[in-house]
């Protein structure tokens, strides 16, 4: 039974031989101001081949435990109901939102700052993968250097407000529409390319943007970053304990409160939910409109789009304009958030975070994009814990995620609409 | 209503169309037949513009529109039902005609839509099931419902008959030949020959990117130079 699993069993505990034994069995040990590899211990070596012959023994015997696995009853009660009508989902939906932003209001005044602070970050992902989902979920634009987008919201803050001393507020949607320009510039020249062409021409994009951050020391620092970016404020009124631009006064004193440096970061995270709730509601409005079904039009069939009178040039460029306006949001709060960046911000690594978010949580669907957002940032402070194996936990997560759900979190359901009766 | 003069398309540097002339005229139903490879999808292509002639002209009801995007001419009182159908398979039917309405209002839809259940009660009995689960000749039916909802005044086919059962062409062609007494004058491209120049008031024959053969459907059905190459002698 198990004989023809025999060569792939032995060939799976190679490769995790090969794979374990150099990063669990050789360390690099600094010897003064040289380095020395040394070997391992007897009892990691011990674990490397247990596990090793863990994985034999699993792949040898593999149809006969997953056979098991098949036979224990479906766990989830919810797996074989029938699909609910529509009604009754955009109802559920609707309570799910305000739930959720419900729980979001009162969120900052039942935990610590710290989580505060982290739900500022989710937030942050929120949009960014809500804007995202415009131009992968919908339009089907594989996009990999969305990063770039939130990079430009982020700089433009911090140098108007370098140079020009230019306030959160105004800074907002100078920042979101130079990021929607900038979207709009990318637009033209990938207008043509799909799939892993456009996926590729993206990545550059992202990659010149940081690049360019990085080496344009006069005006963006370079690697150093900006700092001193400047905090929002309320109606002139300043979070700081004292004030730092003359005519301004400060939020504790007009409210005759202590001082705590817990109010700033709740202002922040209010922004954020609030320019949050924003972004959900307009690209929700979008979706409904004759344009969002127009990128989806696309995704599905582009020639039959375009026969139907659509224009390929209009639709794509409007995705990437709308995608990137959300970025740019996203990069103002997270400039104003951090008070520092630097291009380090805006690594690949962020973009396809992004990207895990939006397939996570089910293309094009925005409850399961806000929900995977969630699960995204939060997961890793969880894992903490295991330091350095984190990432490790992250991909088998992500792993595990696309064998068992490949379409998604939730995926996608489109809105039927409906012609009304002429009366 | 429908005039190519001299047209030439490339695709790079290769010549796809050696200057193709053919003209149809309103209410007709003219053919296009030709083997593989002999550049009828092309010349529907050219027709909407993409690409688009390098050389010649596409005179749509008098409006050169040889230059104008696809986007345009598509909103210009012309419709194509593409080769393959395509219709968009996670739609269900009344979604997909919808979409082929996309540019008109609510209300001129709702007629429209009526007017394509008419012409094809099966649509109408699958009204709320998804294309992607209908057979081949119901999704062809669908493509052309879809193409009729922006009320062409001219209507493309490119192979209809592709892929179906006998007598499901048989029904297509049927529909084909209902249009034109709707008064849309019908520009049909088949390797179907036999039945495509039955239906046909005119014809053209295309063989490797030129015209060879122009003459009334009855006549070229007649042709020996046509049985033997495209009727099987």
């Known amino acids: ?423 | 209503m429908l005039v190519l003069e001299n047209v030439h398309t490339h695709y790079g540097k290769i010549e796809a169309l050696h200057g193709v002339s053919v003209e149809v005229k309103k209410g007709e139903i003219v053919s296009l037949i030709g083997a593989n490879g002999a550049g009828k999808t092309t010349l529907l292509m050219t027709v909407c513009g993409s690409p688009q002639a390098s050389s010649g002209r596409v005179i749509l009801e008098g409006r050169d529109i040889t230059n104008e995007p696809t986007s345009q001419i598509m909103r210009s009182g012309i419709s194509i039902v593409p080769e393959g159908r395509r219709v968009f398979s996670g739609l269900t039917v009344e979604e997909n005609l919808h979409m082929g309405g996309f540019f008109n209002t609510k209300a001129e839809i709702r007629k429209s839509q009526d007017h394509v259940y008419d012409l094809f009660p099966r649509l109408k009995e699958r009204e709320h099931q998804r294309a992607g689960t209908m057979s081949g000749g119901e999704q062809q039916m669908l493509a052309i419902g879809r193409a009729l909802m922006s009320k062409p005044r001219m209507i493309i086919l490119d192979e209809p008959s592709l892929g179906l059962a006998p007598i499901v062409i048989q029904q297509i062609f049927e529909i084909i030949g209902q249009l034109r007494e709707e008064g849309i004058t019908v520009f049909l491209v088949e390797q179907n020959a036999h039945q495509a120049l039955n239906l046909a008031d005119r014809g053209y024959v295309l063989e490797t990117g030129r015209i060879r053969l122009h003459d009334t459907g009855k006549n070229l059905l007649a042709n020996p130079d046509v049985r033997n190459a495209y009727l099987g002698g």
Not at chain 1, 45 to 68: E, T, Y
Not at chain 1, 234 to 260: D, P
């Open chain 1, 1 to 423: 039974m198990a004989a023809h699993n025999l060569k792939h069993a032995l060939f799976c505990a190679i490769i995790t031989i090969i794979i374990a034994y150099p990063i669990l069995g050789l360390n690099l040990v600094a010897q003064g101001t040289s380095v020395a590899l040394e070997g391992a211990t007897t009892a990691t070596v011990i674990n490397v081949f247990l596990a090793a012959v863990a994985v034999f023994l699993f792949q040898l015997f593999r149809d006969s435990i997953m056979g098991v696995f098949g036979k224990v009853p479906n766990l989830n009660p919810m797996a074989k109901r029938g699909p609910i009508s529509q009604e009754r989902r955009l109802l559920m939906e609707r309570v799910f939102f305000v739930a959720i932003i419900l729980l979001a209001l009162v969120w900052p005044f039942i935990v610590s700052r710290g989580a505060v602070d982290l739900a500022t970050l989710v937030l942050i992902y929120i949009m960014l993968a809500l804007g995202l989902n415009v131009v992968v979920g919908l339009a089907g634009l594989l996009d990999l250097g969305y990063v770039a987008f939130y990079a430009v919201g982020a700089y433009t803050f911090a140098l108007l407000s370098q140079y020009f001393g230019i306030s959160f507020w105004l800074a907002l949607p100078i920042g979101a529409l130079l990021a929607a320009l900038f979207g709009f510039v990318l637009g033209f020249p990938v207008l043509r390319l799909r799939g892993d062409y456009l996926a590729i021409v993206t990545l550059g994009f992202g990659e010149i943007i940081r690049i360019l951050l990085n080496n344009w020391t006069t005006l963006t620092g370079g690697p150093n970053g900006i700092g001193g970016i400047p905090d929002p404020t309320l109606f002139g009124m300043e979070f700081g304990r004292r004030v730092k631009e003359e005519g301004n006064v400060s939020f504790h004193e007009t409210f005759g409160i202590a001082y705590s440096g817990e109010h700033k970061v709740i202002f922040l995270y209010l922004i954020a939910l609030v320019l949050a709730v924003f972004t959900l509601l307009v690209i929700r409005r979008f979706m409904r409109m004759p344009v969002g079904r127009a990128w989806e039009a696309l995704r599905e069939d582009e020639i039959a789009a375009r026969s139907l009178g659509m224009s390929r040039t209009a639709v794509k460029l409007s995705a990437f304009t709308i995608g990137a306006f959300f970025a740019g949001f996203a990069g103002t709060v997270f400039a104003s958030k951090q008070g520092f960046i630097s291009p380090e911000s805006f690594v690949f690594l962020e973009s396809a975070i992004i990207l895990a978010i939006v397939v996570l949580g089910g293309m094009g669907s925005q409850v399961g994009v806000i929900l995977a957002a969630i699960a995204v940032t939060i997961l890793p402070e969880l894992a903490r814990e295991f330091s350095e194996y984190r990432m490790l936990i992250f991909g088998a997560a992500m792993v595990l995620m696309m064998v068992w759900r490949p379409q998604g979190l939730l995926p996608m359901r489109r809105i039927q609409i409906e012609l009304k009766e002429q009366g």
